[in-house]
């Protein structure tokens, strides 16, 4: 069975980072290079947070996008449908996904099985391009490195994930991705990280260790 990246990225509320919606992009190696298949896109309806003036200003989704939402435990089920049987890794810019699909799973009582083979492709990017400053790019600094412009709207699921993708399609070559199963991502869930942001605008500490409250 050929190997899947399945390139993802969430957007979120602004309390409690509930997960609001999910894009994703699909690619494969053909001769070497990494092509995209296809893509993903569905809001999600919140449970315990509301869309605040904030977020709508940062990401343009409005409380008319998320009324008639799937609820979490439907959107994640299509999003894994969407994936499908086929190996994959599962590719985010950052840490800060792979935690909110944990504690939102978690939160939701849907199964975290599937949450496996996480490559964080932000730390690979910095590795590459700052290793021994040991800072992180954000996604919009590091299109600057590879002499990329952003494409779409910032902020956006599918419009992030499909920029990201086109980082990775760069730099696949270089990059070791690892296979580890959800117990080992759980239990990493809180772990310090090993770099920290490049400038402050892009933040110098998570935006979501309220992530943590969805669990009382």
């Known amino acids: 069975m050929r190997m899947q990246y399945i390139v993802y990225d969430l957007e979120m509320t602004n ?22 298949l296809d893509t993903f896109q569905s809001f999600v309806q919140p449970k315990m947070d509301k869309l605040n003036t904030r977020i709508t200003n940062l990401t ?9 939402a799937p609820v979490y435990t439907e959107a994640i ?4 449908s969407w994936i499908g049987q ?17 504690t939102d ?14 490559n964080d492709l932000q730390f690979h990017f910095s590795i590459l391009h700052d290793s021994e400053k040991g800072f992180r790019y954000g996604l919009s600094r590091a299109l600057q490195a590879m002499e990329l412009v952003y ?14 993708a086109r980082i990775l399609a760069k730099i696949h070559r270089n990059i070791k ?12 869930l809180f772990e310090p990280e090993k770099l920290v942001y490049k400038t ?3 933040g110098n500490e998570s935006p979501f260790a309220s992530l943590s409250k969805l669990f009382n």
């Open 15 to 36: 309390r409690l980072s509930e997960i609001i919606e999910i894009g994703a992009i699909r690619m494969i190696e053909v001769d070497g290079e990494l092509k995209i």
């Open 177 to 188: 991705f690892v296979k580890n199963p959800t117990s080992f991502l759980e239990s990493k």
């Open 200 to 202: 402050k605008s892009e």
């Open 151 to 164: 494409e779409g709207s910032k902020h956006r699921a599918l419009d992030d994930a499909i920029n990201t």
């Open 105 to 118: 799973s978690t939160f939701h009582k849907a199964d975290t099985d599937w949450i496996i083979n996480h």
């Open 77 to 80: 089920e299509n999003f894994r």
């Open 86 to 102: 086929e190996e994959y890794y599962l590719c985010s810019w950052g840490p800060e996904d792979k935690w909110a699909l944990i």
């Open 60 to 68: 343009g989704i409005t409380k008319k996008d998320l009324i008639s």
